[in-house]
């Protein structure tokens, strides 16, 4: 899609924060588009997009130092509204003439700031002048720059807002987007709608529409595509999508690569007729696990994968007669986690990170600026059924980023017979539909047990569900102790080789979902 149609939308600079994904999908959320770019990004690149406000992200550096990221002048020059959040504050505050300098005491976790209310700021027009809040900082600005006003400060006495040139700049040091802060999002929808002046545009059946007339001009009238469909729900949605505009030149590949849950191959294959998606089944189990063999880092599993996927794909497609497009199910956050926006690599997912320089076909990724709530929201305009959407995520890689350590078809068929018993639990239970994701992690850990009065050394399974938006962030779900208890006992005596049980409660970050 081109500039013109996310013009009036919100750029944000990526300074390196765990919280930056979070700013955009809040903004996404009041339906006005927003789109991240790196801190250094030029600024005729930031012109090109015509936005109607810039946001500057927090980051886990020091302004207080020669290394400290920056950004050129012009783009604080008053053009359009500027939110400096935490470490953009501090950028902000240094920029303007202000000084930063290393606190008495840093500021972790929930913090009460008192605000300034006389001062009439615009992002604080629906808050209480009394707020809870979600710090992360050890520098604080110490002089505000001349023409700054105080909105407000914190526990310790520092500076926690500030605005200057009838509110063309303001700063926090705290962050808005995340839900430990109160009346968080009606902060940025201020920012948004009374400071910038946003229309909210950003509508996901004129994204789709749009979106169909984009592809349709990519791939012309005779160009054939050829689809990697995994059975998860991005790569599906990109399929039916594209099959609207390419008809029978789409060509659906389902791989299965060895690292598919308990009869996945065969559930997948049969939805995908509801669909009247044309798919061919390849076998490369032998191929996948021979080419992993010894193979113990994520990376490297992931890059592996997404290489030999590929190569799949092009075998496959060239015994069809060949292919110009490869179609992918590449969403926002594989991008993002990728390092694909200028941030730190988190995971190369197998669609980015993993693809080989000598791609034969060009890549052809509709999805690739959504959110996987959104992806799943256009669902439905596409009539793929809603039993279909609701289906948990699943990696590309599968098993093979939950199986850690060496992979074999033993290990993977002893993780795939707890996750089948964990999934049915869930199920039973009735919790599946309010669990973004849950799964069983298999562990290269042993441990000593004992069982039937004999001594045993089995292996280790884990236990994860969490509830999500948007892959972005996440919460370990309380699963009632009952059902955790039902598990275990069910794992441990009907897959003979686990020994040990255990419940990972950690959320993203600091973790990621999956473990690998």
């Known amino acids: 899609m081109n500039h013109d149609d996310k013009s009036g939308g919100i750029l944000i600079l990526d300074f390196g924060s765990q919280y930056t994904q979070l700013i955009a999908r809040r903004i996404r959320e009041f339906e006005v588009y927003s789109e991240i770019l790196p801190w250094n990004v030029s600024p ?210 389902f791989v299965d690569h060895g690292f598919l849950r308990k009869d996945e191959a065969d559930l997948v294959l049969e939805m995908y007729k509801r669909l009247n998606l044309r798919v061919r089944r390849v076998n490369a189990q032998d191929r996948f696990l021979g080419a992993l063999k010894d193979k113990t880092s994520p990376e490297d599993k992931r890059k592996i994968i997404g290489e030999l996927f590929v190569r799949v794909f092009e075998e496959s497609a060239k015994s069809e007669g060949g292919a110009e497009w490869l179609l992918q199910g590449t969403i926002y956050p594989d991008v993002i986690e990728s390092g694909f926006v200028g941030g730190d690599v988190i995971k190369s997912h197998h669609n980015v990170g993993g693809l080989p320089d000598d791609l034969e076909m060009s890549l052809l990724e509709p999805l690739r600026e959504l959110f996987k709530d959104e992806v799943r929201k256009i669902g439905p305009l596409l009539d793929i059924p809603d039993d279909f959407l609701k289906r948990h995520p699943f990696p590309g890689p599968g098993l093979a980023v939950r199986c850690l350590g060496s992979l074999t078809k033993e290990r993977l068929d002893i993780l795939r017979e707890a996750d089948a018993i964990f999934i049915e639990e869930i199920k039973s239970s009735g919790l599946y539909d309010s669990i973004w994701q849950a799964f069983c992690v298999l562990l290269p850990v042993r441990s000593v047990g004992v069982a039937g009065d004999a001594r045993t050394y089995g292996e280790t399974v884990v236990l994860r569900a969490v509830k999500s938006l948007d892959a972005m962030t996440a919460e370990s779900v309380r699963l009632p102790w009952d059902l955790v208890d039902r598990v275990t006992k069910r794992i441990c005596g009907e897959v003979p080789q686990v020994g040990r049980v255990v419940l990972d409660v950690t959320g993203k970050p600091p973790a990621t979902i999956e473990w690998e």
């Open 44 to 253: 005729d690149e930031i012109r090109a997009r015509h936005p109607k406000g810039i946001i500057l992200s927090g980051g886990p550096r020091s302004t207080v130092g020669p290394d400290a990221p920056d950004i050129d002048r012009s783009i604080v020059s008053g053009a359009v509204p500027v939110l400096g959040i935490c470490y953009g504050m501090q950028l902000l505050a240094n920029m303007l003439g202000g000084s930063v300098e290393r606190g008495r005491l840093g500021e972790y976790g929930r913090t009460s700031v008192k605000l300034d209310k006389s001062r009439e700021a615009k992002i604080f027009k629906d808050v209480p002048d009394g707020i809870d809040v979600w710090m992360s900082h050890w520098d604080e600005v110490s002089k505000l720059p001349d023409g700054a006003v105080s909105l407000g400060s914190s526990e310790s006495g520092a500076c926690a807002a500030f605005s200057m040139d009838n509110d063309m700049i303001t700063a926090l040091q705290f962050h808005p987007e995340v839900e430990t802060t109160q009346y968080g999002r009606e902060m940025l929808s201020a920012f948004v709608f009374d400071v910038c002046g946003c229309d909210a545009n950003w509508k996901l059946g004129d994204w789709t529409a749009r979106s169909l007339a984009v592809m349709k001009e990519q791939i012309g009238e005779t160009d054939r595509i050829v689809c990697g469909l995994s059975g998860g729900v991005d790569s599906t949605v990109a399929a039916v999508l594209v099959s609207k505009v390419a008809g029978d030149r789409l060509d659906c590949i």
